[in-house]
């Protein structure tokens, strides 16, 4: 922290002389000097204290633009398994012209946030593709709410999954077998089939799957959204949700 701190400091210092950083040599100063020249840096930053803000502005801009950076790059070399991965379910418009991958938690309480706004935008803008990335980070009932809505499509198909997802996001109960056979029978599902198939192999395979693209990309958090070639790390409310598609859709 201190480091940071001197380095701003010294940043706004030459900033504010109008001295390059490449053109001052610390190390060939004399025990004397560098006592000077600390001497002149704390005067003018206790006259001028607003500019260690600024400068620490400057450095948070510089790498929150560098992680845009590094996002729109992450997106591009992993495009394929984003967004025709084969086995994510895929809602709102197949045929949009704008993509926006979610990757969720059903027991994050930002995913229940987002749930509802998520739902508003595909409703209201009808050209958007939207892909379900299940990746359930927040212990056992993530776990199985994730492995029974997958179940529940390959059991029942996509419409059974969608219904289930809108119910799984708005349960608090522990997922115990009795609570599974319930939400099953409230679906008018087969709750037996259901429970059946959620430690398939090919269930295993998708959260796994899953997993290790959110592990390329970096995403330790839920939500996280792709929306076209951006990466959203966190809840965005509807407005902003719907600056982002605009703006994929004037760059694309």
Same mark, same amino acid.
């Given at each position: 922290?201190?480091?940071?701190?001197?380095?701003?400091?010294?940043?706004?210092?030459?900033?504010?002389?109008? +001295?390059?950083? *490449?053109? #001052?040599?610390?190390?060939?100063?004399?025990? $004397?000097?560098? &006592? %000077?020249?600390? @001497?002149?840096?704390?005067?003018?930053?206790?006259?001028?204290?607003?500019?260690?803000?600024?400068?620490?502005?400057?450095?948070?801009?510089?790498?929150?633009?560098?992680?845009?950076?590094?996002?729109?790059?992450?997106?591009?070399?992993?495009?394929?398994?984003?967004?025709?991965?084969?086995?994510?379910?895929?809602?709102?418009?197949?045929?949009?012209?704008?993509?926006?991958?979610?990757?969720?938690?059903?027991?994050?309480?930002?995913?229940?946030?987002?749930?509802?706004?998520?739902?508003?935008?595909?409703?209201?803008?009808?050209?958007?593709?939207?892909?379900?990335?299940?990746?359930?980070?927040?212990?056992?009932?993530? +776990?199985?709410? *994730?492995? #029974?809505?997958?179940?529940?499509?390959?059991? $029942?198909?996509? &419409? %059974?999954?969608? @219904?289930?997802?809108?119910?799984?996001?708005?349960?608090?109960?522990?997922?115990?077998?009795?609570?599974?056979?319930?939400?099953?029978?409230?679906?008018?599902?087969?709750?037996?089939?259901?429970?059946?198939?959620?430690?398939?192999?090919?269930?295993?395979?998708?959260?796994?799957?899953?997993?290790?693209?959110?592990?390329?990309?970096?995403?330790?958090?839920?939500?996280?959204?792709?929306?076209?070639?951006?990466?959203?790390?966190?809840?965005?409310?509807?407005?902003?949700?719907?600056?982002?598609?605009?703006?994929?859709?004037?760059?694309?």
């Amino acid at each position: 922290m201190f480091k940071s701190r001197l380095a701003c400091s010294l940043t706004a210092l030459f900033m504010a002389t109008g +001295v390059s950083a *490449a053109e #001052f040599d610390f190390g060939a100063m004399t025990d $004397a000097e560098r &006592d %000077a020249f600390g @001497a002149q840096v704390r005067a003018y930053l206790l006259e001028n204290p607003q500019v260690i803000m600024e400068a620490v502005q400057v450095l948070e801009d510089r790498q929150a633009e560098q992680q845009a950076q590094g996002d729109l790059e992450l997106v591009a070399a992993h495009s394929e398994e984003l967004f025709n991965d084969g086995y994510s379910w895929v809602g709102g418009n197949p045929d949009g012209d704008v993509t926006i991958v979610e990757f969720f938690d059903y027991r994050c309480g930002f995913c229940r946030k987002a749930h509802p706004e998520v739902q508003a935008l595909l409703e209201s803008d009808g050209n958007i593709r939207y892909i379900a990335k299940e990746f359930p980070i927040l212990g056992e009932n993530s +776990v199985i709410s *994730a492995r #029974f809505a997958l179940a529940v499509r390959e059991v $029942a198909g996509d &419409d %059974a999954y969608k @219904a289930a997802n809108e119910a799984l996001i708005a349960l608090n109960s522990d997922m115990q077998e009795p609570v599974l056979r319930r939400l099953a029978d409230t679906l008018e599902l087969d709750a037996d089939a259901v429970i059946a198939a959620m430690d398939g192999d090919d269930i295993t395979q998708q959260l796994a799957q899953t997993r290790a693209l959110a592990e390329r990309l970096q995403i330790s958090g839920t939500p996280s959204f792709v929306m076209g070639g951006q990466m959203i790390r966190g809840y965005l409310p509807l407005d902003a949700m719907q600056e982002v598609i605009a703006e994929e859709r004037r760059d694309g």
